[in-house]
């Protein structure tokens, strides 16, 4: 096991977080490795699909092709199933499925033909919609191929057991031996080592249920309805594809989830689901007698643990994905959510080792990343309170429908779940500062964001002269400038984790002033810099 022993950054785990923060760091020019306890990659059932920030993250590297491929395969296995649910006989409650992705809140399926998908949200982000049927088992595997093209080594059975904060590195034991490195990044998940190691603190509420999510063999699969479906016992779902169910006891954590002071969705759970637990979960919730015949693949075993980590980092140690934040598994916003970790972290550490950006640059990873978790964990909480058995949640679960049967409602679910509405506090009055970078068609007929796949700021510039890439100019190893016709807005710069950092629709000195103030702000200071002109 060649561990290298003097590295930039050593990121802890080979989950999609993890990978996709290691992929960032190298193309900013870091030396990285990645260390996984795991010998071979996770085979378990998690999340099923990706939002519009990690499909448009994908987008930025060039990877968007590799996805619409997967998601094209998917919606042929979720249209083979739809056609076999069809062939049932009448009463089985199934239905074909809709093309357009759209998810769900707390198991009521959002219907796309109440989505209004012209609002200027969901229009703004359009481009990737032939990427959202994702599954976290795919995007790793995808995120694999990436790393290993940029170089990045993984290095597989090697588990992390003790670490020291030296001040200018950080020394990590490992069963591989001991490690030095610059920077240690823990994108281990729920039960992560490295925060326990660090000792940072994982405050948050207990979880009350059990979940199940597996694909297996069944029998007599008439026996269950399509979708969703509730009952005093608990919840279940059977789809969207052949042989997958999911079931929701709300009975307490089972006792073989992790301590809820530690904190975990139980995705690592140490006793393997067996096809007898899971059947006879099924069995309770869905009130039949269902026989289950084989599982494909391994099943997993979650709760609603929902904890956010105290701070997201403690000197030359950080926090990411699943390690700063659990919580029920709901809609696949965990995975979202790390994706989007990884993303601003990982061209802010790479500019500090670069040395370009001052080290307080990484203290606005933890100020910009923690209000979006703050609001996935409520946002998973409010689902718990709908999915409960009992009639006040039942009562509830009546009032939640009715709104999300109409356009409005389900409009604005789509919007929240899909993440086009996530802004971040960055300074500037222009409405498109602190968003993701919407789809900006150029007039050669390629977008902004294809020309940005080796990471980076990108500035678009529709001034009839040039004058916002020429005042960026002196910035050009951090900065790609993209010219094009003149339209509004007449100026956007691009951070490399798909923020808008400024954006004008004007040419004045006042939108010349702004650039600069974001130039300076965000791409670090030059010794000699061009005077602003209009």
Same mark, same amino acid.
């Given at each position: 096991m060649n561990v290298n022993q003097d590295v930039d950054v050593t990121v802890v785990g080979a989950g999609p977080v993890g990978l996709v923060l290691a992929a %960032?760091?190298? /193309?900013?020019?870091?030396?990285?490795?990645?260390?996984?306890?795991?010998?071979?990659?996770?085979?378990?059932?998690?999340?099923?699909?990706?939002?519009?920030?990690?499909?448009?993250?994908?987008?930025?590297?060039?990877?968007?092709?590799?996805?619409?491929?997967?998601?094209?395969?998917?919606?042929?296995?979720i249209g083979s199933f739809a056609r076999m649910a069809n062939d049932q006989p009448p009463g089985g409650g199934r239905r074909a499925r809709e093309s357009r992705f759209t998810g769900h809140f707390a198991g009521m399926v959002l219907d796309a033909d109440l989505v209004d998908w012209s609002d200027p949200d969901l229009a703004a982000h359009a481009a990737v919609d032939g990427?959202?049927?994702?599954?976290? !088992? %795919?995007?790793? %595997?995808?995120?694999?191929?990436?790393?290993?093209? /940029?170089?990045?080594? #993984?290095?597989?059975?090697?588990?992390?057991?003790?670490?020291?904060?030296?001040?200018?590195?950080?020394?990590?034991?490992?069963?591989?031996?001991?490690?030095?490195?610059?920077?240690?990044?823990?994108?281990?998940?729920? !039960?992560?080592?490295?925060?326990r190691l660090t000792g940072i603190d994982f405050p948050g509420t207990d979880p009350e249920l059990t979940g199940h999510l597996a694909l297996v063999d069944i029998a007599d699969p008439e026996k269950l309805g399509d979708g969703w479906a509730w009952?005093?016992?608990?919840?279940?779902?059977?789809?969207?594809?052949?042989?997958?169910?999911?079931?929701?006891?709300?009975?307490?954590?089972?006792?073989? /989830?992790?301590?809820?002071?530690?904190?975990?969705?139980?995705?690592?759970?140490?006793?393997?689901?067996?096809?007898?637990?899971?059947?006879?979960?099924?069995?309770?919730?869905?009130?039949?007698?269902?026989?289950?015949?084989?599982?494909?693949?391994?099943?997993?075993?979650?709760?609603?643990?929902?904890?956010?980590?105290?701070?997201?980092?403690?000197?030359?140690?950080?926090?990411?994905?699943?390690?700063?934040?659990?919580?029920?598994?709901?809609?696949?916003?965990?995975?979202?959510?790390?994706?989007?970790?990884?993303?601003?972290?990982? $061209?802010?550490?790479?500019?500090?080792?670069?040395?370009?950006?001052?080290?307080?640059?990484l203290d606005t990873y933890d100020a910009e990343r923690r209000p979006l978790g703050a609001w996935v964990l409520d946002w998973t909480r409010a689902q718990i309170g709908v999915l409960r058995g009992?009639?006040?949640?039942?009562?509830?679960?009546?009032?939640?429908?009715?709104?999300l049967g109409t356009r409005d409602g389900t409009t604005?679910?789509?919007?929240?779940?899909?993440? #086009?509405?996530?802004?971040?506090?960055?300074?500037?009055?222009?409405?498109?500062?602190?968003?993701?970078?919407?789809?900006? $068609?150029?007039?050669?007929?390629?977008?902004?964001?294809?020309h940005g796949h080796g990471g980076g700021f990108l500035l678009l510039d529709r001034t009839a002269d040039g004058a916002f890439a020429r005042f960026a100019a002196a910035r050009s190893g951090r900065v790609s400038s993209v010219t094009d016709d003149h339209a509004t807005p007449t100026g956007v710069l691009v951070r490399p984790d798909g923020v808008v950092a400024w954006a004008s629709d004007t040419t004045d000195i006042a939108a010349v002033t702004g650039l600069e103030a974001a130039l300076h702000g965000w791409t670090g200071a030059l010794s000699a810099s061009p005077e602003p002109t209009a």
């Open positions: %960032e760091l190298a /193309l900013s020019g870091a030396t990285v490795q990645v260390l996984e306890r795991r010998a071979e990659p996770d085979e378990s059932m998690k999340a099923g699909s990706i939002n519009v920030p990690t499909a448009e993250a994908l987008d930025r590297r060039g990877l968007l092709p590799a996805a619409e491929k997967v998601q094209r395969e998917m919606f042929e296995r990427a959202r049927m994702v599954p976290q !088992r %795919e995007l790793e %595997e995808l995120l694999a191929d990436h790393v290993a093209r /940029l170089g990045v080594p #993984v290095h597989r059975g090697v588990e992390v057991t003790a670490l020291e904060d030296a001040g200018d590195g950080v020394l990590v034991g490992t069963t591989a031996g001991t490690v030095r490195t610059g920077w240690l990044v823990g994108c281990d998940g729920g !039960r992560s080592t490295v925060r009952s005093t016992r608990g919840a279940y779902r059977y789809g969207p594809q052949p042989g997958r169910v999911v079931t929701v006891e709300f009975h307490g954590p089972h006792a073989d /989830l992790p301590d809820a002071r530690v904190g975990s969705r139980g995705r690592t759970s140490r006793a393997p689901v067996t096809l007898k637990e899971l059947q006879t979960s099924l069995r309770r919730v869905s009130g039949t007698d269902v026989t289950l015949t084989a599982l494909r693949g391994a099943a997993t075993r979650w709760s609603d643990n929902a904890r956010q980590a105290a701070t997201y980092r403690s000197g030359r140690v950080l926090l990411a994905g699943d390690a700063a934040h659990v919580h029920a598994p709901f809609g696949g916003q965990g995975l979202n959510l790390g994706v989007g970790d990884a993303m601003n972290l990982g $061209w802010k550490l790479g500019a500090v080792i670069a040395g370009w950006a001052p080290e307080g640059l009992d009639a006040k949640s039942a009562a509830l679960r009546e009032v939640v429908a009715d709104l604005y679910a789509v919007k929240k779940i899909s993440g #086009v509405t996530q802004r971040i506090d960055l300074p500037g009055d222009h409405p498109l500062v602190g968003r993701y970078a919407p789809d900006l $068609w150029l007039s050669d007929g390629s977008r902004l964001v294809d």
